[in-house]
T-cell receptor, first 114, second 117 residues
Framework: AQSVTQPDIHITVSEGASLELRCNYS??????LFWYVQSPGQGLQLLLK??????LVQGIKGFEAEFKRSQSSFNLRKPSVHWSDAAEYFC????????????FGAGTRLTVKP | GAVVSQHPSWVICKSGTSVKIECRSL??????MFWYRQFPKQSLMLMAT?????????EQGVEKDKFLINHASLTLSTLTVTSAHPEDSSFYIC?????????????FGAGSRLTVL
C-alpha cells in the first residue's frame, strides 16, 4: 500500500529565504505525486503535480518540486519565501485514474518570520 | 475554475445529536465526491467515496451507520454524523473531480470543523 511521509511537522523560515519541504513516498508502481497547500479556514489548493515526464515540475506561486525515483522523494522548493506562503503543506501520492486511492502526508506547517 | 463549497464551516453540537455537513460542487457536476477526516497534526484520511445515485463506498474501519452519506444530486453530497460523541470531533473535508478536468486532480472544500461537547 502506498504511504507518504513528511518528516518535518513544522518549519520556520525568514521571509526572502529559500524553502524546501521534504516528502518521501512508498508506492509499488509509478506514483502520481501532488503537493497541496491549505491556509487556515480554506480548502486544499493544488500547487503542482507529477504524473510523468520531466522530473522537475513547476507549480503555482513560484513553487517547484523534483521527483527523484531513486530516493522515493518529491521535495517542494521555493527560492524566496513570502509571508503569504505561511500555511500547511501536504504531499500526496495517488494511483492512476483512481482518486479514492490517494494518500496524504501528515503535513508540514510553514511559519514565515518577517 | 472548479469550486467546491462546504457548509457549515464549523459546528458545535451536544453529544448524542446528529450533524449534517453539505458538500456542493458549485460550477460543475460531480458524479463522485470524497469525504475525508483530518485529526490535528495528522493527514487527511479518506472515509468514503460518495457516488451519485448509489450507495457510498466506505473505507475499512469507517462505520457506515455512524457516518451516513447521501449523494442525491450531481452537485450535492451530504455527510451526517449520527449520535455524535466527543471522539467524532474532527475536521471533515470533501473533494470532487471536475469531469472536464485532469484525471486525478481533485478540488477540495474548505472543510467543516465539528466539535461535539
Amino acid at each position: 500500500a502506498q504511504s507518504v511521509t513528511q518528516p518535518d511537522i513544522h518549519i520556520t523560515v525568514s521571509e526572502g529565504a529559500s524553502l524546501e519541504l521534504r516528502c518521501n513516498y512508498s508506492y509499488g508502481a509509478t506514483p502520481y505525486l501532488f503537493w497541496y497547500v491549505q491556509s487556515p479556514g480554506q480548502g486544499l489548493q493544488l500547487l503542482l503535480k507529477y504524473f510523468s515526464g520531466d522530473t522537475l515540475v513547476q507549480g503555482i506561486k513560484g513553487f517547484e518540486a523534483e521527483f527523484k525515483r531513486s530516493q522515493s522523494s518529491f521535495n517542494l522548493r521555493k527560492p524566496s519565501v513570502h509571508w503569504s506562503d505561511a500555511a500547511e503543506y501536504f504531499c500526496a501520492v495517488g494511483a492512476k485514474y483512481n482518486n479514492n486511492d490517494m494518500r496524504f502526508g501528515a503535513g508540514t506547517r510553514l511559519t514565515v518570520k518577517p | 475554475g472548479a469550486v467546491v463549497s462546504q457548509h457549515p464551516s464549523w459546528v458545535i453540537c451536544k453529544s448524542g445529536t446528529s450533524v449534517k455537513i453539505e458538500c456542493r460542487s458549485l460550477d460543475f457536476q460531480a458524479t463522485t465526491m470524497f469525504w475525508y477526516r483530518q485529526f490535528p497534526k495528522q493527514s487527511l484520511m479518506l472515509m468514503a467515496t460518495s457516488n451519485e445515485g448509489s450507495k457510498a463506498t466506505y473505507e475499512q474501519g469507517v462505520e457506515k451507520d455512524k457516518f451516513l452519506i447521501n449523494h442525491a444530486s450531481l452537485t450535492l453530497s451530504t455527510l451526517t454524523v449520527t449520535s455524535a460523541h466527543p471522539e467524532d470531533s474532527s475536521f471533515y473535508i470533501c473533494s470532487a473531480s471536475h469531469p472536464n478536468g485532469e484525471a486525478n486532480v481533485l478540488t477540495f472544500g474548505a472543510g467543516s470543523r465539528l466539535t461535539v461537547l
